[in-house]
Structure formats: C-alpha cells, structure tokens
C-alpha cells in the first residue's frame, strides 16, 4: 500500500515517457507512488553506500511493446522504474516545484484507506525530480518491490538527494491502511544483489 499518482495524458495526449540510456524501447509513464519509514525508521527501498533515506519516490513506466502491466512483468523489459530519494532538513523550505507541490499538498485528502483526490494543476513528470543531475545516475535490472516481485524492472536511481521540511514528510505518516491503522514503513528491506550487475554513469561520463 502507498498513496499513489495516476499518470495522465499530456494536454497534446500524449503519455509521458521516457527512452534511451539503458532502456531499449519506449516506456510510457503509468504512475507515481511513495515509501515511507515512521517517526523511528527512514523509509527508502533504495540504499546508497549502506544509508537509507527518509523517502523514496518511484516513477513506473511500461515498455510500449506490451498492453499491460500484467503481460510486461512477465519480461525482463518489461518496466523502467525511476526512483529518486528525499531527505529532512531542518532548514528545507517547501519544495516550490509544480508537481511535487501538487502531490505533498494533495498527500493530507487521501489519509484513509482507498480514498482519492483529483488535481487540475499542470505540471510535468520532470519538475517530480526537482533540480537533481539527471545525468548521474544507478541502473540495475531487479523486480517489482511488491507483490509479485516479478523480475522485471530496469531500475533507474539517482543518488542526489531532494530537501524537504519535515512536515512534507509528516503527511504521510497519517496515511491509513485498510484496517484504519497508520502506514508506517511500507518499504521492502533491501535484498541480497545475488549476480546482479549495478551500473553507475556519472555526469561526466556517456554510454
């Protein structure tokens, strides 16, 4: 469970997507959606050099070559996932980028179970990532970090890290599961890396 974004079309219809890098193929943006730790714990499914975060956002997208997300997870190409990570500070001022304004600000009308909201505000997938350097990044090929965990995820993880005042992240501590209790720590602990290759390109660098 997460308090999760539904992508729309762009006001010319057309889904956003992404392409090139290390994905072969076209991946539409389908959602955006939120892990959190509590008042004891940081949330992030994602470590860099052993540190969590406090939160973690990821940006799914589905390889256009399949209809659905159920046919895509059955292949190894089948989604591309960006995930990008927040942090407190104590001296962090509201986020002040049009769409991550929408979604914290939206995050305290959807605190119970299955609820939902609607914006009208206009913004794109890219002001979700802030100011971060989009060119220095980690990939990996790994699986979905719920249920049925498929293998299938080419993951793209950028490790400069968004501030945010507390109270951002305050707001999701609120959020109810569906038996009215606080969702707290809804991160999938780190797994073992097994025989996986971990790819770092750095704003210096080219494919």
């Keep these: 469970m997460s308090v999760k974004f539904n992508v729309p079309d762009t006001i010319e219809f057309i889904r956003p997507f992404i392409t090139d ?9 389908i959602e955006v959606h939120f ?4 008042p004891l714990c940081k949330g992030s499914e994602h470590q860099i050099n052993q540190r969590r975060y406090d939160l973690e ?3 799914v997208h589905l390889n256009t070559k399949y209809g659905s997300v159920e046919e895509a997870r059955e292949y190894d190409d089948g989604i591309a996932v960006i995930g990008a990570f927040f942090k407190v500070e104590k001296t962090a001022l ?23 909201a609607t914006t009208n505000q206009l913004f794109t997938l890219g002001s979700m990532l802030a100011n971060i350097n989009r060119d220095n990044f980690y990939t990996y090929q ?6 049925p965990c498929s293998q299938a995820v080419t993951w793209i993880v ?6 945010i005042p507390l109270f951002q992240l305050q707001n999701f501590w609120f959020v109810r599961d569906d038996r009215g209790r606080k969702l707290l720590n809804n991160f999938r602990p780190v797994q073992p ?15």
């Design 21 to 29: 890098g290390p994905l072969n193929g076209m991946y539409e943006a």
């Design 193 to 207: 890396l097994g025989a996986r290759e971990v790819y770092h390109r750095s704003a210096d660098e080219y494919y």
């Design 57 to 59: 956002m990821h940006i």
């Design 35 to 38: 892990h959190w730790g509590s």
């Design 142 to 147: 790994g699986s979905l970090t719920t249920p």
């Design 94 to 116: 509201p986020t002040f980028h049009p769409g991550l304004d929408t979604v914290f600000n939206t995050v305290p009308f959807v605190l119970l179970y299955n609820s939902s």
């Design 158 to 163: 950028y490790p400069e890290v968004i501030p």
